[in-house]
């Protein structure tokens, strides 16, 4: 039995009269890669953002590994240092380097020493591919590049589980790749992610499981093979053809397990 | 009384008037700053204490102000006029300040402190290591506005007996009979102290600039 990071249990949350999400439960096990999939609105992103305590939740719990995070006195910068979080726009510290965005939180969070943070954030952009770009300020960057450099920022805190919020679609499609390979790249590792993506050949190659939501609510959560190829709701097959139709021409670009090895 | 003779007791001034200048601005910075993060995080009470600060010092002429806070200042504490003006100067200033730190702050974006807080910065590393070096940078420009602002205002410490220039200029005009040869003499320091200043702030606009950002 794979040990469980993550588990979520009956998490609810609410904006004014709109649920955003709905009784959701969701468990991540060690070294599982976790696709959210979903028409945009469903409240995707605010999991993730109620995942990493940057939203509070109305009701519900949350585990991480053995720690209920969302018990009262629990300190949420300390939760947040062991969950790493990508998002669509990038964010980079527009002020830093590259190699001092990905410094920043092992020196200031961790308090390790510059010269072994800079070790460290070298390793880290080397494991994206970016090691000759350290310098380079965030303006001096590619998307990929950029959110590649996000990546290894979040990588530098050694977190338990990374999650990816959209990563890939603030993209030029040319760019789209670079980005799903590092991902493919940690998956294949052993990093335990949740993924919200509309990139379906990164679901499909990638995902050890997918989860369909739908307004505010989990439809249905199964293998690639299973939800793609032998959906139970119709919902699920609707939004999978729409999706398919709208972001087929993705799916070429696509990592495949043949261009990994 | 010769014109250099003129010049150069005008000019004796400019040490009072770049030292009151020197304590206003800094001193303005520091309350603008905290101001600033006060009425951005501070929560709703303390927000908006910081804001009716802001509205009623921006609301009120420089010189009524001086009046009232000189008489506040001296009358509470044994304090040389030089010193309280001085103070009250940072204390006008700082409400403006408050407001070019606040859009400063404000225009770093949510993101940044997303991100930051993301990687497990508390809000307080987050304002120190991210937010703050960013609106820094982008409060040069209206920041070096204000500060020629108060290289011109530092002349109303005149008004409590300050022996800055233009206290200086009055003096030596009135008593050679040449009040716009003195007067002229001090319009030429002011400017240029005000423009060193602009030059100044502009260099160092250019050496703090993040690439292709």
Known sequence: MKKTILRI?????????????????????????????????????????????????????????????????????????????????????????????????????????KEDARKKALWELERVGLADRAGHYPGQLSGGQKQRVAIARALAMDPRIMLFDEPTSALDPELIGEV????????????????VTHEMGFAREVADSIVFMEKGLVVEEGAPNDIFYRPKFERTRAFLWKITELYGEHDKDAPRKEDEE | MAFLDIVVYILKGI??????????????????????????????????????????????????????LYFIIAGSINISPFWAGSISLAIISSSYQMEIFRGAVLSVGEGQEMAARAIGMSRIQTIRYIILPQAMRLAIPPWSNEAATVVKDSSLVYALGVAEVLR??????????????????????????????????SELERKTRIPAF
């Open chain 1, 180 to 195: 799903l390979e590092v991902m493919a790249k940690l998956a294949k590792e052993g990093m335990t992610m949740v993924v």
């Open chain 1, 9 to 113: 249990e009956n998490v609810s949350k609410i904006y004014g009269e709109t649920v955003v999400l709905k009784d959701i439960s969701l468990e991540v096990k060690e070294g599982d890669n976790v696709v959210l999939i979903g028409p945009s609105g469903t409240g995707k992103s605010t999991l993730l953002r109620c995942i990493n305590q940057l939203t509070s939740i109305d009701s519900g719990r949350i585990w991480l590994d053995d720690q209920e995070i969302t018990a009262p006195g629990v300190n949420h910068d300390k939760v947040r240092q062991h969950i790493g979080m990508v998002f669509q726009d990038f964010l980079l510290f527009n002020h830093l380097t590259a190699l001092d965005n990905v410094m920043v939180g092992p020196v200031r969070v961790l308090g390790m020493s």
């Open chain 2, 168 to 201: 200086r200029a009055q003096f030596v005009g009135a008593r050679t009979y040449k009040p716009l040869m003195a007067f002229g003499i001090a319009a030429l320091i002011y400017f240029g102290l005000v423009y060193l200043t602009s030059f100044a702030l």
């Open chain 2, 15 to 68: 040490g009072v008037t770049v030292a009151v200048t020197l304590i206003a601005l800094p001193l303005g910075l520091v309350i603008g700053v905290l101001l600033a993060l006060v009425r951005i995080y501070g929560g709703r009470v303390f927000s908006q204490v910081a804001g009716v600060y802001s509205t009623v010092m921006r609301g009120l002429p420089p010189i009524v102000l001086l009046f009232i």
